[in-house]
């Protein structure tokens, strides 16, 4: 049975690989063929599966526009008729005859990942793709990766017309992680930032605790094994951390990986607080929204520590594991060098960070601000209407 299996998916690994350079042509000569409607967008993310990120923002810029026709291809029935109910007719089922038409017809393709994100005019080679990325790098990346393929990221490359980036500097790091070409890179803002600009009093009466002092802790998924724990601390830590929280009418919000959600929600329980709360993907689809009201983030080596520059707040790091992390996953940067904050190797230093960052002490308010200035070229919230500029030359 084991054998058979391992058969099938080899055949079925083989049958792709013939198979999609055919698709590819196809969909490529009927893209040459199908005349273009200049102001027609097609959005997608994370390989189809969500309405979010850096497209989703630029999307619903662009419709509220009424300039441009904007339209979202989805492989996700749930992010279907989300987008729908908020978008009537612009959320596009991704196997439909109606969906590659309009997407043939689309001389502008945007993405947060890569060409799997918009099938099936995914498929075609011709270069018309923006791809606003999914944030900085900060973990290792692409060709910097112990298994990059060179030759797929080449294909990937040479269907995109632009990456946007925040800065020089981060231009660089992308520049090193996939080859981009130095020119094709622009450095105008990520639009999923746009939100820590913007106050939603919606949201905030949604979840009333948004206006409470809120702590985030929001740790990076490990491949090779989920966390220890989905706590900043253990129990032995957790009397004196509730005992924080309400001294000064504090929140904990907790941002596990989707895969972690049901560990969360347990460590959650047996803490026994409700002032620790999961603020996972079900409540909050997007973190963005949850940064602006941020007032203290905890994290490890997420890339998240590099939006949330813009609101020059207090970060506390946990490193424990970073020459495991580092063997295992790798980083593109210096870890000492770029995190501006304290990095707390077990509970009590975290616990005694955390009560001086809530007593309003932040003595790396001067190092934050030198890395906001190197990971940022733009300090407010118009990326989304720069981007949309840009795009506006290009269409014509």
Not at 238 to 249: M, P, S, V
Not at 324 to 346: H, P, V
Request: glycine share 6%.
């Amino acid at each position: 049975m084991k054998h058979l299996r391992e058969y099938k998916s080899a055949w079925l690994i083989k049958a792709k690989t013939l198979i999609r350079p055919t698709i590819n042509a196809i969909v490529t000569l009927l893209d040459r063929l199908v005349p273009d409607k200049p102001r027609r967008v097609i959005f997608g993310a994370d390989g189809g599966h969500r309405f979010a990120d850096n497209p989703r923002r630029l999307f619903e810029h662009m419709v509220r526009s009424g300039e441009w026709d904007p339209y979202w291809v989805t492989k996700s029935r749930h992010a279907l008729n989300e987008i729908n109910a908020l978008y009537p007719g612009r959320g596009l089922w991704w196997l439909s005859l109606r969906t590659l038409l309009i997407g043939l017809q689309s001389p502008l393709r945007v993405i947060s990942q890569s060409r799997a994100d918009i099938l099936p005019i995914g498929f075609s080679n011709r270069k018309r793709i923006i791809h606003l990325t999914h944030g900085t790098p900060f973990k290792t990346m692409g060709l910097a990766t112990p298994t990059a393929n060179p030759a797929y990221i080449a294909r990937e490359n040479s269907t995109f017309l632009h990456m946007i980036a925040c800065s020089d500097y981060a231009a660089g790091l992308w520049r090193e992680a996939y080859g981009y070409p130095a020119n094709d890179i622009l450095t105008l803002g990520m639009p999923r930032n746009d939100l820590l600009f913007e106050s939603d009093a919606a949201l905030i009466d949604k979840h009333p605790f948004l206006k409470a002092k809120l702590i985030l802790y929001a740790p990076t998924y490990r491949d090779w094994a989920p966390l220890d724990r989905l706590l900043p601390v253990g129990q032995a830590g957790l009397g004196r951390l509730i005992a924080l929280l309400e001294a000064h009418d504090a929140y904990l919000l907790i941002r596990p990986h989707y895969f972690e959600m049901q560990s969360a929600d347990e460590a959650i329980a047996r803490a026994g607080s409700e002032r620790i709360i999961n603020a996972g993907a079900t409540l909050f689809p997007d973190i963005n929204p949850i940064l602006r009201h941020t007032d203290i983030l905890v994290t490890d080596y997420s890339s998240i520590y590099l939006d949330f520059l813009l609101l020059d707040r207090p970060v506390i790091f946990l490193p424990a594991d970073l020459d495991r992390y580092i063997a295992e996953r790798g980083l593109m940067l210096d870890y000492d060098s770029f995190t501006a904050g304290t990095k707390a190797l077990d509970e009590e230093a975290f616990l005694d960070a955390l009560a001086l960052e809530l007593e309003g002490r932040d003595p790396f308010a001067p190092a934050r601000a030198k890395m906001a200035e190197l990971f940022h070229r733009f300090h407010d919230g118009n990326s989304s209407a720069r981007i949309t500029r840009h795009l506006e030359r290009i269409a014509g």
